[in-house]
């Protein structure tokens, strides 16, 4: 139905809400729930079980999660952090090995939330990443 001005067609929206507000509620809810049932979904589907130790090459971060994709992405929006460079140090079957991983590369002088916060005296960008990996595992 063509409306003769913006009057109109407001007066027919504000009508139209009120004859019809508990169907136009409940359709709002039933969307918002799916939306939240997919998103669920979609993160568990993201999970294999494991946890990862990731180190964040350009922040010098390493963290521990079981869900990297979703890590990263906070990590990205929350703490506007660079994440266009992650290595993925290793899975592990328990929290106590991933734990375990992630406080000595703490104590090496990489940042993370649990660990050592200072900064490393040789960074990644002057030192060969793969050797001190190497040397760590060989620790391990």
Not at 2 to 21: C, I, L, T, V
Not at 77 to 82: A, E, H, I, L
Not at 99 to 104: A, F, L
Request: proline share 1%; glycine share 6%; net charge positive.
């Amino acid at each position: 139905m063509p409306y003769k001005n913006k009057e109109d067609r407001r007066a027919n929206s504000k009508k139209y809400y009120k004859a019809n507000k508990k169907k136009i509620l409940a359709y709002h809810q039933t969307i918002k729930e799916k939306k939240a049932a997919t998103s669920k979904a979609w993160k568990e589907a993201r999970m294999d079980g494991l946890y990862t130790v990731y180190l964040i090459v350009p922040e010098n971060y390493v963290g521990m999660t079981t869900c990297l994709y979703q890590r990263l992405s906070d990590h990205k929006s929350k703490n506007n952090r660079d994440v266009s460079d992650v290595y993925i140090i290793g899975k592990y079957k328990t929290k106590a090995e991933a734990r375990e991983v992630e406080n000595k590369y703490h104590k090496m002088g990489y940042d993370g939330a649990y660990g050592y916060n200072g900064r490393c005296k040789n960074t990644i960008a002057g030192v060969d990443f793969t050797e001190s990996l190497n040397n760590l595992n060989n620790l391990l």
